[in-house]
């Protein structure tokens, strides 16, 4: 059996081998747990064996070149605020649409599902802001870039380490007018435990779902704060602010409980990169260069290749930045170095998600870690961290 059936659970569900494949062999649908897996019609494949080679699982596929480390942050105050950290994607975007490139990242569809899509203007490139913590839809995306690279057009394309890594093994040769923005990962839930996850929400808020911002900025700024805004039967929207930990599905996602299973074995947690770049939260900052440190937001970048330090060159006049050593970044995300660990949780639930309804996923958190979260959700970051300072002495 020379296909795609053999990766197993090993699939993170990035579409590469579907698109790949020329006799349209392979399809995709939702195993138990609601993650999409390849299904192999057997009786129209021949055993080319070409969607085990475009598999980013089967064929890992990074650079392996210096890197060269940044701190930075949109030098657009507006930007900085849409953005979930620093605001490097949407500068990245924004230069490339404006140099007459189209974007290719993840945003909402009408249900509120996360999917990739291409952007040609900078409103659309706008809906691929923020953190969804939950797997993209790639659908025929892959085909989509192909074409736009064979024309001529310049794309920068956006996404979590394999898909990166199945873009760059479905095209099989690099594109001078392509470059790929890896963001930093943990893992993702699957969308059927997301979906379960609105349903619930709108009876808990009395409302349907108007949007959701997992990294909202309007309490406490750069921070894990949940925003979910319900529509009112009057007209506008209820906002609802809180600290990851205080919501089930936050706390679930925060402690690795509900990730795809290829995640927690990730060949690209690692310090060696597919995209041109690699972008993600500058966590610890205030430990290896406090000076740097901003509220507002700051970013991560690692540049792992030539490709990668042109696209950063075109968006310097977009961003303030500074250097710094890579290890001052990788030490601080634990996923450029190690997959996620597996918990014993894992194991059951998706099955009482399945079988109870989401209300029933398992939600661990201390009661003192709820007293300390809950005062912690009063108290704005800025008063917060003024605190620490003077406990610091600084």
Request: hydrophobic share 30%; proline share 3%.
């Amino acid at each position: 059996m020379n296909n795609i059936s053999i990766i197993g659970k090993r699939c993170c569900g990035c579409r590469a081998c579907a698109q790949s494949c020329a006799l349209n062999a392979i399809c995709f649908r939702e195993d138990e747990e609601g993650f999409m897996q390849p299904v192999v019609d057997e009786n129209a494949c021949v055993g080319c064996g070409k969607c085990l080679t475009v598999c980013p699982v089967n064929s890992v596929n990074v650079h392996r070149g210096r890197q060269k480390g940044y701190a930075a942050k949109s030098s657009n105050a507006e930007d900085l605020k849409q953005s979930s950290s620093g605001g490097l994607f949407y500068a990245m975007a924004k230069t490339v649409i404006e140099a007459g490139g189209v974007v290719c990242g993840c945003g909402t569809d009408e249900n509120l599902m996360p999917r990739h899509f291409i952007a040609k203007s900078l409103d659309d490139a706008k809906r691929m802001r923020g953190s969804k913590y939950v797997q993209s839809d790639i659908n025929d995306i892959y085909t989509k870039v192909k074409y736009h690279l064979n024309q001529g057009t310049t794309v920068l394309f956006t996404g979590v380490p394999c898909q990166v890594a199945g873009l760059r093994n479905y095209l099989g040769k690099e594109y001078s007018n392509l470059y790929c923005v890896d963001i930093i990962c943990h893992g993702v839930p699957s969308r059927r435990m997301y979906a379960a996850y609105l349903r619930w929400l709108e009876k808990r808020w009395g409302g349907e779902i108007a949007q959701i911002e997992f990294r909202s900025k309007k309490r406490h700024e750069w921070s894990l704060t949940l925003n979910v805004h319900t529509k009112k039967k009057n007209g506008g929207e209820a906002e609802h602010l809180m600290i990851g930990s205080l919501d089930p599905f936050y706390y679930n996602f925060l402690q690795g409980n509900t990730y795809r299973e290829s995640c927690y074995t990730c060949a690209y947690s690692q310090e060696k990169r597919p995209g041109d770049i690699t972008i993600g939260d500058f966590w610890g900052v205030e430990n290896t260069h406090p000076e740097l440190f901003d509220i507002r937001g700051l970013s991560c970048a690692i540049v792992n290749s030539e490709m990668g330090d042109e696209l950063w060159n075109m968006i310097r006049s977009e961003i303030v930045c500074d250097k710094v050593n890579p290890s001052d970044i990788i030490n601080y995300n634990g996923n450029l170095r190690n997959p996620t660990k597996r918990p014993a949780i894992r194991d059951d639930i998706y099955r009482i998600v399945e079988e109870k309804g989401f209300e029933a996923i398992p939600y661990d958190i201390s009661r003192r870690s709820r007293i300390v979260d809950t005062i912690k959700n009063a108290i704005p970051n800025k008063y917060r961290y003024a605190i620490k300072k003077v406990f610091r002495g600084k």
